[in-house]
């Protein structure tokens, strides 16, 4: 993958994530409602960012 390139000079970089992420973890009750989800529009299906509402402890 490091080495791909497009026709019009794009270069790609990569990076290896060697950390080993806990299986089975699950997320606090109300987690996912109070999560906005913005989707790209470019491979809205892989590429989208999370956005957690501020909550005040």
């Given at each position: 993958?490091?080495?791909?390139t ?8 990569t990076?290896?994530?060697d ?17 906005t ?14 956005i ?6």
């Amino acid at each position: 993958m490091a080495r791909a390139t497009t026709r019009t000079g794009l270069h790609v970089l990569t990076t290896i994530l060697d950390k080993t992420y806990q299986t089975g973890r699950k997320v606090i009750e109300g987690f996912k409602s109070n999560m906005t989800i913005v989707f790209d529009q470019f491979l809205p299906q892989w590429n989208y960012t999370a956005i957690p509402e501020l909550q005040v402890i």
